[in-house]
């Protein structure tokens, strides 16, 4: 816990018994972190909860669900045409299932363009506080759509969103972040995020599921710490690229910093 002198005004008063530090010392002493940072929102104790996916967001999960099952249908049926084609003997036969095919290729792209588009209303909710990656300078190498899809599948299979659009691009460079873990079921990310940003969020997401993090400061840090482990101990299995592997490596150094510190504090 810390005063928000920087963004809010708050001043130290020592009258009232408020000896937190102020968010402007913190900030010094290296609160934020090269890999993921606190959120710079005023932290109010006591109110961070994990709350429960909202009515809108539930319809929108349906929503991508409904895209996704017709894309596949349309792509399955592209293929079995396009195939049928190929060895259809008959010259008419060919005419007209390569037709058909692609009818079926098109109705695959409209729907995958439109589930790009979807989210575009932006439902992003601050609740609390998050776990942030923060963005990083240079190109990244984006993680392949098809894993991207089946992580966030999988993800959303346990009652998880993983938001990811213009909105949420926007919201994120306001963060300057490259994503950020809400709670056990809500992860924003860019749209064409890194394979380290993916694994370093949905670890996040299981760190509150299982309790790990409480949203404490100390157990954010911990999860810090233990996220970077686990993506360093994983990194050949995630596929991280050199330049993700040093920059969790360093990210793991100044995590574990700041441990030390707040240790060498009391604790406080
Ligand atoms: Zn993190």
């Known amino acids: 816990m810390f005063i928000d002198d920087v963004y809010s005004g708050g001043k130290r008063d020592a009258s009232s018994g408020n000896t937190y530090p102020l968010l402007s010392e913190a900030i010094k ?9 606190d959120s ?15 009515e809108e967001e539930q319809a929108e999960m349906e929503r991508r669900e409904q895209l996704e099952a017709k894309e596949s249908y349309y792509k399955n049926e592209a293929k079995k045409n396009r195939r049928i084609a190929k060895y259809s003997l008959d010259a008419d036969d060919k005419r007209t299932y390569s037709h058909r095919a692609e009818v079926f290729e098109q109705k ?18 601050v609740r609390g506080e998050g776990m942030y990656r923060k963005s990083k300078q240079g190109k990244i190498e984006p993680m392949p759509k098809k894993q991207f899809h089946r992580l966030e599948k999988s993800f959303r299979r346990r009652g998880g969103i993983i938001q990811h659009n213009p909105a949420t691009d926007d919201y994120l460079s306001t963060k300057h972040a490259e994503g ?29 599921r299982t309790g790990k993090n409480d949203g404490s400061y100390l157990s954010r840090l911990n999860s810090e710490i233990d996220a970077q482990r686990k993506l360093l101990r994983h990194s050949t299995l995630f596929q991280l690229t050199q330049q993700e592997i040093e920059q969790t490596k360093s990210a793991l150094k100044s995590y574990k910093n700041e441990l030390e510190e707040y240790y060498k504090k009391g604790g406080k």
């Open 29 to 37: 002493s290296g609160l934020f972190h090269p890999n993921c940072k």
């Open 40 to 54: 710079t929102s005023t932290y109010y104790e006591g109110i961070t909860t994990l709350q429960p996916v909202t």
């Open 108 to 125: 695959a792209q409209n729907a995958e363009k439109a589930l790009a588009n979807s989210g575009e209303s932006g439902i992003i909710k």
């Open 180 to 208: 950020i873990t809400y709670d056990s079921k809500t992860i924003l990310l860019k749209q064409n995020p890194g394979r380290a940003s993916v694994f370093e969020e949905l670890i996040h997401a299981h760190q509150y």
